[in-house]
C-alpha cells in the first residue's frame, strides 16, 4: 500500500444555505467530519486538494484528515464517505468525512476490474458485468484499490459468482445471497439459432 494521503480542513461557524454558498464563491467546499462515536464537526475544505485527493482514493482509502479549529490542529484518520457534485460543472458542492477506528473492520464498497478476455467471447459470446462494485468488510488500512477479475477461463453461459471472487487476506466480500459479478452470455445470432 502506498503512503497515506492527507487533506487540511478548517472548522466552519457557519451553517445553513446562505453561509454554504459564500463558501463555495471562496472557491471552498462545505463539509462535515463524522466520527466513529457519533460526534459531528462542521468543516470546510479548498476545492482543489479535495478534488486531487478525491480523484487518486475516491470512497475507498483512509487518509489522514488534518482539522484546525479554535482548539488547534489534529489529525484524524479518515475516509471520504459522501461526495455531492455540481449539476453541470464539474465542481464538488459538498464532502462528508467519515472518522475511522484503524482497529475497528468497516463495510466499503470497491471497485471490481475485468482483466483479460474469456473463452466465451472468443467463441462469439458477450461479456456482461452486473457489478461494477462490491461490499467488502476489513480493517481501514487493509482496503484494497481495487477486485481484479481475470475472466480467461469463463465459457459462454458461466459466470464468477461473489463466493468464488479471490479477495486479499483479512479482506471478506459482504452478501446474503451468492451472486454472480461477471457472465459471458450467448450473442442474441447464436441464441437465435439454438432456438431454431
Known amino acids: 500500500m502506498s503512503q497515506t494521503q492527507s487533506l487540511a480542513v478548517k472548522t466552519r461557524a457557519g ?5 454554504c454558498r459564500k ?5 471552498m467546499v462545505p463539509g462535515v467530519y463524522y466520527d466513529a462515536q457519533g460526534v459531528n464537526v462542521p468543516v470546510m475544505v479548498e476545492h482543489l ?12 482509502h483512509v487518509f489522514d484528515l ?16 459522501k461526495v455531492e457534485h455540481h449539476p453541470t460543472k464539474p465542481r464538488i458542492t459538498h464532502v ?19 482483466v483479460g478476455k474469456s473463452k466465451g467471447q472468443v467463441k462469439g459470446g458477450l461479456l456482461e458485468i452486473y457489478r461494477e462494485s462490491i461490499e467488502v468488510i476489513c480493517l481501514p488500512l487493509a482496503i484494497p484499490d481495487k477486485v481484479v477479475l481475470d475472466i480467461a477461463n469463463v465459457d459462454i453461459n458461466e ?21 454472480a459479478v461477471i457472465g459471458v452470455l450467448a450473442s442474441a445470432a447464436e441464441a437465435a439459432g439454438e432456438g431454431a
Open 15 to 19: 451553517l445553513g444555505k446562505g453561509a
Open 23 to 27: 463558501l463555495r464563491a471562496d472557491d
Open 49 to 60: 486538494p479535495l478534488q486531487k485527493l478525491y480523484s487518486k482514493i475516491a470512497s475507498s
Open 66 to 81: 488534518q482539522i484546525e479549529g479554535d482548539a488547534g490542529a489534529e489529525t484524524k484518520p479518515a475516509l471520504v464517505w
Open 96 to 114: 462528508d468525512f467519515y472518522g475511522v477506528d484503524l482497529t475497528k473492520e468497516i463495510q466499503v464498497r470497491v471497485p471490481v476490474e475485468v
Open 159 to 179: 459466470s464468477i459468482q461473489i463466493a468464488d471472487v479471490v479477495l486479499p487476506e483479512g479482506v471478506k466480500a459482504v452478501y446474503d445471497n451468492n451472486y
